[in-house]
């Protein structure tokens, strides 16, 4: 059977865990004949991308609110504006291909891939849908109902295509699904098959670029996983450990490091459980090179974590998100202002110099009031300063509140905030949906391609989860506690607080 493969684009080159696994998978199945796509890469290469970016941000600098101008200048926001872009058709050329063989299988990881899903659809082709959008619980039905309202027809959708949730593993027997044609789960999936995978297709096409990240990991789990705007409710547990010879995974590691030529290692694991000796073991082999790994801010607060970091560990990149007490109770955070403080104290006490701190925080979360807001930020500041003045290399970035897929912040009470059916509010709008609203402005006017004007819920959801879609053309209003409209924290916040947060005074690789 021939079978073209499509990852969706990506802005910057790195090697994802599941492309070296499907590519694993799709070469020893003797049943396919497998053509990558070459989508991936092509907005990459063709660099279009950036003369967009730089034009509409250059313009957007000088029209809004100080904060948002320097806000749109950090360099962390360019990926998401990319994939922004590419719900208004900026990238169609690069992300649509006319594929000739009948079946193709794509990989799903955000609502804006479900475009090349819908074209594909549009061109007869027969897709066999899978990946992440998937995997966090979204239902069959709400995929067919969303790629409806993107004007897929019905045949389309129930003659031509398939939903495949779960991962494989290097022995998964695609061709058995795709001959049965009907949705599925894959139910067994063995993680450790990872480390017999040990090329990945995309290698040719970053021209064996040295300034790649590979993406490794133990688990996947979050040891907490509870805060409202989450997807990790719903992913099936990914364990790349259990049953595993360590030397087997200490091989695999030199071997792809070697191989791929990468600057950095990222553990996707939310945390190490440092009570396993085999992570000490395998990380106490590998330590030479640069890895990053994810960490909470109550493991902070204990020095055998710290510890342990400091003997493997060259990056940390910790989900601050805020450290307003209202803010952090009402998105389950799950620690208060005081846990902040005292994993500082911590830090600064026991963590090594070397290592390098990345801080992602989160603009406009429910907060009490607008003086919540603005020492919400002050507080970053002082946290920044108190680092820096420690000694460490400090970079922190801003994401900005997205209510979906997981809706929770939006439907469940007490909620903060509304959907108005009223567009002259989108001015006095809040979180993703204003920032969009922003860069329409400044040049960013091509239609939408994904649903306008909806809010779908996934009513399907096998879980049981509060998830769906919001459409970025819908204004969303916050309140405070007194009923009062909150503007985005883009038009509260000083320009100089912002500036003290975002400057870099060193470079996270050196």
Not at 397 to 407: A, G, R, T
Not at 419 to 432: A, R, W
């Amino acid at each position: 059977m021939k079978l073209t493969y499509i990852y969706p684009p990506l802005f910057t080159p790195y090697y994802p865990i599941a492309t070296r696994m499907i590519t694993g998978n799709l070469q020893r199945n003797e049943k396919l004949d497998v053509t990558f796509s070459e989508i991936p890469v092509r907005a990459y290469k063709s660099e279009t991308y950036k003369a967009l970016y730089d034009r509409i941000v250059s313009k957007g600098k000088d029209m809004f609110s100080p904060a948002a101008g320097v806000y749109m200048s950090q360099k962390f926001i360019s990926s998401n504006l990319y994939y922004v872009m590419m719900t208004r058709g900026y990238f169609n050329a690069d992300i649509f291909e006319d594929v000739h063989n009948e079946y193709v299988m794509v990989t799903c990881i955000n609502f804006c891939d479900l475009l090349i899903v819908k074209d594909l659809l549009d061109n007869g082709n027969r897709v066999v849908l899978g990946g992440p959008l998937l995997n966090i619980k979204m239902s069959p039905g709400f995929i067919r109902e969303f790629l409806s309202k993107m004007g897929a027809t019905s045949h389309s959708l129930n003659k031509n295509l398939i939903i495949i949730s779960g991962d494989m593993d290097l022995n998964t027997d695609l061709y058995q699904y795709i001959q049965a044609w009907k949705d599925d789960v894959i139910e067994d999936t063995d993680y450790t098959t990872i480390y017999d995978c040990r090329e990945d297709f995309l290698q040719d096409m970053f021209d064996h670029s040295s300034s790649t990240i590979v993406h490794v990991g133990f688990n996947n789990r979050c040891w907490y996983g509870k805060c409202k705007f989450c997807t990790y409710k719903g992913l099936p547990v990914m364990d790349f450990l259990s049953g595993a010879e360590e030397d087997r995974i200490v091989d695999y590691f030199h071997t792809i490091r070697r191989k791929f030529g990468a600057k950095e290692l990222r553990f996707i694991d939310s945390y190490f459980s440092i009570q396993n000796e085999s992570v000490h073991y395998i990380l106490e082999q590998i330590k030479q090179y640069r890895i990053a790994v994810f960490a909470g801010i109550l493991l902070m607060k204990k020095k055998d974590h710290i510890e342990f970091l400091n003997k493997y560990v060259n990056t940390i990149l910790f989900g601050l998100e805020t450290v307003s007490d209202f803010a952090l109770k009402n998105i389950k955070k799950g620690y208060t202002w005081n846990d902040i403080q005292e994993a500082v104290d911590q830090i600064i006490r026991h963590m090594d110099r070397n290592i390098f701190l990345e801080i992602s925080t989160i603009l406009d979360l429910p907060f009490r009031d607008e003086e919540d807001v603005k020492t919400n930020y002050q507080r970053i500041l002082e946290i920044k300063g108190r680092l820096e003045d420690a000694g460490f290399r400090v970079g922190i970035h801003m994401n900005i509140l997205s209510l979906f897929p997981n809706l929770e912040l939006l439907t469940q009470k007490p909620s903060y905030f509304k959907i108005s059916d009223s567009k002259e509010d989108m001015e006095h709008s809040t979180g993703k949906n204003y920032f969009i609203h922003l860069v329409k402005q400044a040049g960013m006017d091509a239609p939408l391609l994904l649903p306008s004007n909806e809010l779908i819920a996934d009513r399907e959801n096998p879980a049981g989860l509060d998830y769906g879609f919001l459409s970025s053309d819908l204004p969303v209003i916050r309140y405070d506690v007194n009923g009062k409209i909150l503007p985005s924290d883009l038009n509260i916040l000083d320009e100089e607080v912002i500036k003290g947060i975002l400057k870099r005074k060193s470079k996270r690789l050196q």
